[in-house]
């Protein structure tokens, strides 16, 4: 139903605000029809220092991140990114994997300063707690983006202040949000706008590339077999051609040659393939594909 991503600096109070998001929405709909999953680094078992203490590092962290969101987002789960999220390109392409799921999608911003942060980190150390090395802290706070309300992948954008007021579940943002993601749609819910996929931003099918294989080897068999039984009629008309069990015969009326079975060939896969990209995906089992490529010969060979 939803994806959020939860940013900040280090020690900005993220977590605090994801656990608070996720009792919220839990509180607003107390039946089990709504899944709310938070998602980090702790829950994916990375060290917060060793994934941010060099830039390969750091990277594999965004793209294990990235990988699990991508599995995760559907239609009747809400997932939260307790995560830095500090790069707006990152976050553009978790706004990607929303529209390609076609569900709603926001930011939930703890607008902390830099004091406050590594106080808060400073805090964490003394007492023994999971906690950022302050060489880290450094350079995460110098390389941090903030987010936009104008750029759409940071938009709607709800702020927290971690500073001026406790991170709870009755805070303004965590109301504001929770009304944001739990809101009926209907012709007066203008301010609330479901993402829609499009071609560039779909998951492409796991299915796909087996689909065209077996597209492929299956209409170049029944190609063959028609070619096989023309030859073996020795130049005259063949009117049936069978090709085995559970298979329509081929039934055309005039001799047909290789280079227009061969195009025909062309445009069946073509449109298939075409089709598949707002439809069904093409069929996965030789059988299926064969039996699709002959009824597609009997139309445009049968009549003619």
């Not at 109301?175 to 071609?199: C, G, M, N, W, Y």
Request: aromatic share 6%; hydrophobic share 35%; glycine share 4%.
């Amino acid at each position: 139903m939803a994806l959020v991503l939860v940013c900040g600096q280090p020690c900005s109070g993220k977590s605090t605000a994801a656990e608070c998001l996720r009792r919220a929405l839990e509180a607003q709909h107390p039946s089990s029809c709504c899944n709310v999953r938070i998602i980090d680094e702790p829950s994916l078992h990375l060290d917060r220092n060793q994934s941010y203490a060099d830039m390969p590092s750091e990277k594999n962290l965004r793209g294990v991140l990235r990988s699990e969101v991508d599995r995760s987002v559907s239609k009747d789960s809400i997932i939260i990114v307790d995560s830095l999220n500090s790069i707006k390109g990152y976050r553009y392409e978790l706004w990607c994997l929303a529209r390609a799921a076609g569900i709603r999608y926001c930011v939930l911003y703890c607008d902390a300063e830099e004091s406050y942060c590594k106080a808060w980190n400073i805090a964490r150390q003394e007492q023994g707690e999971p906690a950022y090395s302050d060489k880290i802290v450094d350079d995460l706070v110098r390389r941090f983006e903030k987010p936009e309300r104008r750029n759409r992948w940071d938009s709607p954008l709800f702020e927290l202040k971690p500073a001026e007021e406790q991170i709870q579940e009755s805070s303004s943002a965590i109301l504001e949000a929770v009304s944001f993601l739990t809101r009926k749609i209907d012709s007066k819910s203008r301010d609330v706008h479901i993402l829609q996929p499009t071609i560039a931003t779909q998951n492409v099918r796991t299915s796909d590339t087996n689909s065209l294989y077996e597209l492929d080897r299956a209409t170049q068999d029944v190609m063959n077999a028609l070619i096989d039984s023309q030859a073996q009629g020795y130049g005259g008309l063949v009117n049936s051609t069978v090709l085995g069990e559970g298979l329509p015969n081929i039934n055309i009326r005039r001799a047909v040659g290789l280079p227009e079975l061969r195009r025909l060939r062309r445009t069946f896969v073509k449109l298939t393939g075409q089709s598949s990209l707002s439809g069904p995906p093409p069929p996965i089992d030789a059988q299926s594909a064969k039996r699709m490529f002959v009824d597609y010969l009997n139309r445009e060979l049968g009549a003619t």
